[in-house]
């Protein structure tokens, strides 16, 4: 589902930093081009997703862009950390 690998690019990004649409496309299992129109998609949602061409580049969120997505608020959040 395009909805699950859209998240699953963001958090991969936040999580692991700047990666190539290859590692991507490799990592979900989806061709390089659908990684790249992927990548359009957030731009155009306003996610605030780069690329950068050529040796060392890749596609990158913004270094202060932080989502969070697992529904928890800072409560609950902590209150499972103290459970560890």
């Known amino acids: 589902m395009r909805a699950d690998r859209l998240l699953s690019i963001i958090l991969l990004l936040q ?3 700047k990666m190539t649409a290859g ?3 490799g ?8 990684i790249l ?10 996610i605030p997703v ?9 596609i990158a969120l913004v270094d202060e862009y932080r ?3 697992t529904g928890l ?3 609950e959040v902590q209150s499972l950390m103290i459970m560890n």
């Not at 990592?27 to 390089?32: A, D, F, G, K």
């Not at 780069?50 to 890749?58: A, F, K, N």
């Open 15 to 17: 999580t692991r930093g």
């Open 73 to 75: 608020n800072q409560f």
């Open 67 to 69: 989502t969070s997505l």
């Open 50 to 58: 780069y690329s950068e061409s050529g040796r060392g580049g890749g």
């Open 23 to 25: 590692e991507l496309a």
């Open 27 to 34: 990592e979900l299992e989806v061709s390089r081009r659908q």
């Open 37 to 46: 129109r992927d990548v359009d998609a957030l731009s155009l949602a306003g």
